[in-house]
């Protein structure tokens, strides 16, 4: 059972600035989007498996797209997508069976915000898959991404970590605070390498965070954690909004420096860095007045750079729409009004 999703006047949607109405708003569309496909899905597969199938129908249209969803499903859509377009059954019917015993098992939904690691289910195979696909990230020497789960005693202290953090973040900025709880559900701290965090469409609703390194990350965990829970929970803002407009004409002809990673990158990905960036120099700004200790000075002066170097490409090189135009003006205003 769904609830109707009210429209949303384009100058709301089209800014950087956080928003709760409007994240929640994105969140119900999407999960409309995903009810959609899954049904469309599962009467495909029916054809074939029609048991498995019937099971999976009954857990789709008892779906409440209001809430948050488990980004289960969402992993659960990505293989029925993938094992129908390549004609695997086996994929199929492993799905199918997946989501059926999601709703058996009352676990279909998100509420909430869950501090966790990995186990190596079946959302951590693909995102694992993601990670290591062709275009995922890569080292200076082309060293996969590789990721682990952290320790009992290392998920208790992170998790107390992630709390301190949360609480500044509802303090400096509550709209941010807001949207991170509408959007994001699960939040995976892993060991890794190559990168500090990843978000993809395939586990919607879900984060993977490194764990703090030794040395200045664990000595800093605030300054860490807001960083990048900013920084994963945007990423799934901006994912949100280009389900609406494409905000690109030329994503993906050209790849050129980024300012956050250190390979070169498609347009796609330097305005989300460029978008991501405004976000956490408004919080970091925020944070170095509350606490203007050098260390925390020079964490906002990387990210206010950053930003500057993304913007500039995106100036130089992008063909944008005019929603794009406008998210990138907002994106300067919301920089340069903390400064």
Not at 15 to 37: G, H, K, M, T
Request: glycine letters at 6%; charged letters at 25%; aromatic letters at 6%.
């Amino acid at each position: 059972m769904s609830t109707a999703v009210v429209a949303i006047a384009p100058d709301t949607l089209f800014r950087a600035q956080p928003d709760r109405e409007r994240a929640a708003w994105l969140r119900q569309s999407i999960n409309e989007v995903l009810v959609s496909d899954l049904r469309a899905y599962v009467a495909a597969a029916s054809r074939h498996l029609p048991h498995s199938a019937a099971a999976a129908t009954h857990v789709v249209e008892g779906l409440d797209t209001a809430r948050k969803l488990n980004p289960l499903l969402f992993t659960l859509h990505w293989q029925l997508n993938v094992g129908l377009r390549q004609q695997q059954p086996g994929t199929v019917s492993a799905a199918l069976g997946r989501l059926t015993q999601a709703g058996a098992s009352g676990d279909c939904y998100g509420d909430g915000f869950r501090v966790d690691t990995m186990s190596w289910g079946v959302v951590d195979a693909e995102a694992a898959n993601f990670f290591t696909g062709v275009d995922g990230p890569r080292s200076d020497r082309g060293e996969f991404v590789e990721i682990s789960p952290v320790s009992a005693d290392e998920l208790r202290t992170g998790q107390t970590w992630v709390s301190d953090a949360l609480a500044a973040l509802r303090e400096l900025d509550p709209e941010l605070h807001d949207e991170l709880h509408e959007l994001v559900s699960r939040l995976r701290l892993v060991h890794g390498s190559v990168i500090r965090g990843a978000t993809s469409s395939r586990c919607w609703g879900m984060n993977f965070l490194r764990f703090p390194d030794p040395g200045v990350e664990s000595a800093e965990p605030m300054n860490y954690f807001l960083d990048h829970l900013v920084h994963e929970s945007s990423h799934l803002m901006l994912h949100a909004i280009m389900s609406a407009d494409p905000l690109l004409q030329n994503p993906f002809e050209a790849r050129h420096s980024a300012p956050i990673r250190k390979d070169a990158r498609p347009l796609y990905g330097i305005y989300h860095a460029t978008f991501v960036l405004s976000r956490i120099s408004r919080v970091l700004s925020r944070h170095a007045k509350a606490d203007p200790r050098a260390v925390t000075r020079a964490a906002r002066d990387e990210a206010v750079t950053r930003f500057h170097k993304g913007y500039a490409t995106i100036l130089e090189h992008a063909e944008l729409t005019d929603a794009g135009r406008t998210i990138l003006t907002s994106c300067k205003e919301t920089v340069e009004a903390e400064l």
